[in-house]
């Protein structure tokens, strides 16, 4: 589920790198979030 929504996530942000079109920083939001999820999906991947 995390994947999921990880990979989503950084899709987007590169639509949004290549297609030039940039909301503000809802790109680097969405960015944060990624790397955010990843660094939980590593966490809980170690403790398991």
Do not use: E
């Amino acid at each position: 589920m995390l994947q999921t929504i990880l990979i989503v996530l950084l899709v987007l942000w590169v639509l949004g790198l290549v297609t030039s079109y940039s909301m503000g920083g809802f790109i680097h939001i969405l960015l944060v979030a990624a790397v955010v999820l990843l660094v939980l999906q590593i966490i809980q991947g170690r403790r398991s």
